[in-house]
């Protein structure tokens, strides 16, 4: 498995820290979007910032 892949089933393990609902990975913004909640969560420096405080509300 290479790093890339490791990284992406990574992400994929993580839950929305607000309703526990499976995030989706936005390539483009570099975040983890959680539709259940209507936020994105930031990938700064390649960690996850999994606090609702930082998340971005979806429109």
Known sequence: MSEAEHD??????????????PLSFDAERMELV??????AYPIRNGI????????????
């Open 8 to 21: 992406r089933k990574m992400l994929e393990a993580l839950v929305c820290p607000q309703t526990r609902a």
């Open 48 to 59: 996850p910032v999994m606090l609702v405080d930082e998340a971005r509300p979806l429109e």
């Open 34 to 39: 959680s539709k259940a909640a209507h936020l």
